[in-house]
């Protein structure tokens, strides 16, 4: 069946670092690539999210492009920011949003 | 901005009981689907509901699970006989078009705590 598998977490980096949260799925077709972010004690919220291949999703500096090739769909920021710090999801949708088990994201200053 | 809205925010039960999570969608959307997170683990899809019927659903929503439409404007999803392991987060989504290819917006979710 459909899987989104993403690197393992936490990631801690330092303050203006640059991020890449790696996002892979299995999937029949091509679906559409989400990225959602959970705060701290808050819901999931779309971050950004692309629907077909070489499109690229962005948002609040955070950048995604959908790799058909390396069925891939691996998250970036240049210079991430204390606030940043939260849990990060990757999903697949065709008919179900299929999620990746998520990747907790710590910024120190 | 409209937003989805679910109530209550937290509920505490004891084991058997039932529960009834409530949800109010997006107004003009039509997919909607409840999702649970248990504490420290990957968000799981429970199921999908479309026309005022189950389009979809995942092995977890067994037969303790059922949803329903009461209304124009609620969406709930009712847990007949609590477990321990129901204990989690519960999000609900909707979205306006092609079920799952559009983005889901989801609730600020249920914290359900089974004792």
């Known amino acids: 069946g459909d899987s989104v598998t993403q690197m393992e977490g936490p990631v801690t980096l330092s303050e203006e670092a640059f991020l890449t949260i790696n996002c892979t799925y299995t999937a029949t077709g091509y679906p559409s690539l989400f990225w959602y972010v959970q705060y701290p004690g808050e819901g999931l919220q779309l971050l950004l999210k692309?629907?077909?291949a070489d499109d690229k999703g962005s948002n609040k500096g955070f950048e995604a492009t959908y790799r058909k090739e390396t069925t891939s769909f691996h998250l970036e920021k240049g210079s991430v920011q204390v606030s940043d710090s939260a849990v990060y999801f990757c999903?697949?949708?065709?008919?179900?949003?299929?999620w990746g088990a998520g990747t907790k994201l710590i910024i120190k200053p | 901005e409209p937003e989805v809205t679910q109530t209550p925010s937290h509920q505490v039960t004891q084991m058997g009981q039932e529960v009834i999570l409530r949800c109010v969608p997006i107004?003009?959307?039509?997919?909607f689907y409840w999702y649970r997170q248990i504490l420290g683990q990957k968000v799981e899809f429970l199921v999908s509901f479309y026309n005022n019927e189950i389009s979809e659903k995942s092995e977890i929503f067994d037969d303790q699970f059922s949803v329903e439409r009461p209304d124009g404007s609620n969406f709930t999803l009712k847990i007949r006989s609590t477990k321990l392991e129901d204990s989690a987060m519960y999000f609900c989504?909707?979205?306006?078009?092609?079920?799952?290819?559009?983005?889901?917006?989801f609730g600020p979710g249920t914290r359900l705590l089974v004792l």
């Open positions: 107004s003009n959307h039509l997919y």
């Open positions: 989504a909707s979205n306006a078009g092609t079920l799952g290819q559009e983005t889901q917006y």
């Open positions: 999903g697949g949708s065709n008919y179900q949003l299929i």
């Open positions: 692309a629907t077909k």
